[in-house]
């Protein structure tokens, strides 16, 4: 599949994969992010339901401190 | 008519986008080194109303980074940062809120402001505010500041849209003992994060020939 990934096209040989599965073939390990599956908010407890396919706008935020 | 013309020349540029930027209204969650630095930046510029918000006080140690003075330390940030942006601009109304904001809060603010900019500190923080804004007031602008610890590197400091939220920041310098928040690379942060506030603001301003 292809995907828009923060604003980047990226290709994945698998069909569809969960956000969970997403996370870690970017070796996206962080704490706190927020997550959005074509401009819709997916909470945490849905990474491991929320699928991502073929043409899908994702954005993956990491949020640090300071400020 | 030439008369007529003449007595009513157009406003310069700098007065016309002020002027247009006096009916909006901004809200500032946190008046930190982001919070501080970008409202100055955006009652500058004219921004009518500044709703701010925040549950500190200055210290001696904010005072590296943040838009406040030694005379302050011990005073509510808010309450010292709306004396500081009326002296740059009396005509500027803030509405200061002393208060650490909680999801409901966040809505009950800022539902009225045309943008919202998140420059809290904590990173548990900064994922309410957007996780609010993104389920619960759909559609609002969000400007949020990700990433600004250290000096150097300014050429990773980014922004980046996605819909209506917009982030700006290098995504990656976490704030640490040996890492600290300093003027310069914040105020980059907050300074950019104003700009895109002007960005949104200034999208339907047509300008007239002065």
Redesign the interface.
Same mark, same amino acid.
């Given at each position: 599949m292809k995907i828009n990934l923060?604003?980047r096209e990226e290709v994945f040989e698998s069909e569809e994969m969960s956000i969970n599965q997403l996370l870690a073939a970017k070796n996206f390990t962080f704490?706190?992010? %927020?997550v959005?599956v074509n401009?819709v908010?997916v909470?945490r407890h849905q990474f491991d339901q929320q699928m991502v396919k073929d043409g899908d706008d994702v954005?993956v935020?990491?949020?640090?401190?300071?400020? | 008519m030439l008369k007529i013309f003449n007595t009513d020349m157009p406003d310069s540029y700098p007065e016309q986008i002020s002027k247009y930027l006096s009916r909006f209204t901004v809200g500032i969650a946190?008046c930190?080194?982001?919070?501080s630095n970008c409202a100055v930046a955006l009652a500058r510029c004219g921004v009518g109303k500044l709703i701010i918000a925040d549950y500190d006080i200055v210290t001696l140690q904010n005072l590296n980074r943040q838009y406040y003075f030694h005379d302050q330390i011990g005073r509510l940030k808010v309450h010292a940062l709306r004396e500081n942006i009326q002296r740059i601009n009396p005509a500027i109304v803030v509405k200061a809120f002393d208060m650490k904001l909680c999801v409901s809060d966040v809505i009950e603010l800022f539902s009225g402001c045309h943008v919202i900019v998140e420059?809290?500190?904590?990173?548990?923080m900064?994922?309410m505010i957007?996780?609010t804004v993104?389920?619960q007031m759909q559609g609002k602008y969000l400007v949020a500041? =990700?990433?600004?610890?250290g000096w150097g590197k300014s050429e990773i400091i980014h922004s980046?849209k996605?819909?209506n939220?917009v982030?700006c920041g290098d995504? =990656?310098?976490? =704030?640490s003992a040996t890492l600290p =928040?300093l003027a310069p690379r %914040?105020g980059l942060v907050a300074n950019m994060q104003a700009n895109e506030v002007l960005d949104i603001l200034l999208r339907e301003f047509t300008p007239i020939t002065p």
């Open positions: 923060n604003n704490r706190m992010l %927020v959005k401009g908010l909470k954005m935020l990491h949020l640090i401190t300071g400020g | 946190g930190g080194g982001l919070g420059a809290f500190d904590k990173a548990e900064k994922q957007i996780e993104l389920t500041g =990700v990433g600004m610890a980046r996605s819909d939220l982030i995504e =990656v310098s976490e =704030v =928040v %914040v």
